[in-house]
C-alpha cells in the first residue's frame, strides 16, 4: 500500500510536468486585458462627463446665441435649453406666426432677451438678411434648420428646384451664417458652432432615395470637422452633432421608411 507521501510526491510531479500557457494564449489574454481595460476607461469617462457640473455657456462663449430653424423639433428644444442656461436667443425662421409663438414662449419661461429675424434660408444672401443679429455678442451658433423633404424618391423623380433648395438650406445656408458670426467670434476669442449633421451620412454606408439629403448631411459633418481644426486656435469650438431618424420632426415629411424600401424592391 502507497504511503500518503508516495501520493504527494506524484502529484508534485505531476504538477511539474505540466508545460506553461502557450505564448498564443498568452498574448490573447493580454490583448483581451488591454481591451477591456480600454472599455473600461471609455466608460468611465463618459460617467465623469455625466456628472461633470454643466459649463456656464454664457460665460464660456458669450451671451447670445443663434438658433436657426427654432420654432419646431430638434431646433425648439435646444433653444428652450439654451434660454434655460441664461442665453439671449436670435431665432430665425421662415414663419412669423411660429417665430413669435417660440419667442413668447421663451421669455414666459426664462429671464432673456429674445430677436426673431424672418428669412427664408433657402434663399441666397442669408448673411446680408441676418443684420439684426450683427451687432450682438453671438458666441453660440446653432445651425439646426434643415430639409429632408422632397423625401424618400430617384434623384430623378423630382425638379432640380427642390434639390437646389435642400442644398441651400442644409449646406449653404449654414455655411453663410457661420461665416457671418465668425468675425465677431474671432475677434472675442471665443465662441462655440454647434452644425446638426446626421446618421444618415456617418453610420450607415448609403442611403438610397435619400442621397442628396445625405449628401448635404456629409458636407455639414466634413464642414465642421476641418472648421473646428481651423478655428480651434482662436478660441472657438465646432461640433457636428449627429442625430439618428425619429418619427417626428424633418422624417415626419417625408413618407414612411416602408414605402421607401417598398420603392427600392
Ligand atoms: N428629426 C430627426 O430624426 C433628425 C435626424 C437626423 C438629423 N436631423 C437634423 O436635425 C435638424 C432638425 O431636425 P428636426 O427634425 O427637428 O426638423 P423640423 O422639426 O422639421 O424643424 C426644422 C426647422 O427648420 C426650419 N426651417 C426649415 N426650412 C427653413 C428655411 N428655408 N428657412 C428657415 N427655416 C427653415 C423649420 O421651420 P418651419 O417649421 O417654419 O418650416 C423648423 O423650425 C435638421 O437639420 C435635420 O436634418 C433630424
Redesign the pocket.
Known sequence: MPSNNTHTQSSMALLRQDSPAPAWFLWLAFLGALRVAAFSFHLLAHLALCLRRPKDLRRRYGPWAVV?????????SVALELASRGLNLVL????LG?LREVSDTVRSRHAVQTKTVL????LVSTAEDLGGAGPLDVGVLVN?????KPGAVYLHEVAVEAWV?MIR??LW?LTEVTAAVLPGMVERGKGAIVN?????SEVIPSFPLYTM?AAT?RYVAQFSRSLHVEYRSKGIDVQCQ?????A????S?TGSRDEAWEKLR
Open positions: 436657426t430653424g427654432p420654432t419646431a423639433g430638434i431646433g425648439r430665425v425662421d421662415l414663419d411660429n428669412f427664408d434660408l433657402s439646426n434648420a434643415g430639409v429632408a433648395r438650406v442644409n445656408a446638426m449633421g446626421s446618421a444618415s439629403y448631411k449627429v442625430g439618428v431618424a425619429g417626428r420632426g424633418t422624417w415629411m
